[in-house]
């Protein structure tokens, strides 16, 4: 069935590395979201695309973080230097078609930085 | 701006018992008000969704919410709690319109207990 697939699912790393995450959304769909969640604040939503062209990435620290969409199949979400403070669990969400704002979730990539 | 306050960060009930989850949102025009669920180490999932139709929504798994304007709420009820529908809970806001990032609340952990 059709579903959001992100990988990693588990990543950890040290302090300055380079993390990549990816997503692919479910085939046909044109908008791409990522949030972040942690349990200070919730979710917060990152960036979003529409037809791979952002549409906002106002909630990303643009100093260490950039957000892609190679193809319609690909969503891209690079964290470099990575900080402790951007351990979170990353969500990348898809939608499209008639379905007016049902968003389908991948099952998350928690990230842990040390 | 667009926001939803979840009141209560958690919330016990017995099983069978009524649940009640509130939801107040702010909005400067007509919202798309949303319910989701997650389930631990999951994404979320879509339970209902308000898109100016009927006010009374019914969703997935017995759970239904009403669309009061005059309170600004959105308030999601079961009237029977069963163990499995212990998880955590979001509100989201949209604007009216697909393709929009939807604004979630900080959510509502649901216990429910035999």
């Known amino acids: 069935d059709a579903r959001v697939t992100q990988t990693p699912r588990h990543k950890v790393t040290e302090m300055g590395q380079e993390v990549t995450m990816r997503c692919q959304p479910i085939?046909?769909?044109?908008?791409v979201f990522w949030y972040r969640q942690t349990m200070m604040q919730g979710l917060e939503l990152l960036a979003y695309f529409r037809n791979r062209a952002p549409l906002d990435d106002s909630g990303m620290p643009k100093d260490r973080f950039s957000a892609e969409m190679p193809d319609a199949t690909l969503a891209t979400l690079k964290i470099q230097p990575s900080e402790p403070r951007d351990s979170a669990v990353y969500f990348c969400?898809?939608?499209?078609?008639?379905?007016?704002?049902?968003?389908?979730f991948g099952e998350g990539s928690r990230l842990t930085v040390l | 701006a667009q926001s939803v306050t979840q009141l209560g960060s958690h919330v016990s009930v017995s099983e069978g018992a009524l649940v009640l989850l509130r939801c107040n949102y702010s909005?400067?025009?007509?919202?798309?008000l949303f319910w989701y669920v997650q389930y631990p180490n999951q994404g979320l999932q879509l339970l209902l969704k308000y898109t100016s139709a009927a006010t009374l929504v019914k969703g997935i798994n017995g759970f239904e919410a009403e669309f009061k304007k005059s309170e600004t709420s959105f308030h999601l009820t079961k009237p029977s709690a069963h163990m499995s529908d212990a998880a955590e809970y979001f509100c989201?806001?949209?604007?009216?319109?697909?393709?929009?990032?939807?604004?979630f609340g900080k959510g509502t952990t649901l216990s429910v207990s035999s």
């Open positions: 085939l046909g769909h044109n908008t």
């Open positions: 989201a806001v949209s604007l009216y319109q697909a393709g929009t990032a939807l604004i």
């Open positions: 969400a898809s939608e499209g078609g008639q379905t007016t704002g049902e968003l389908f």
């Open positions: 909005s400067s025009v007509p919202p798309y």
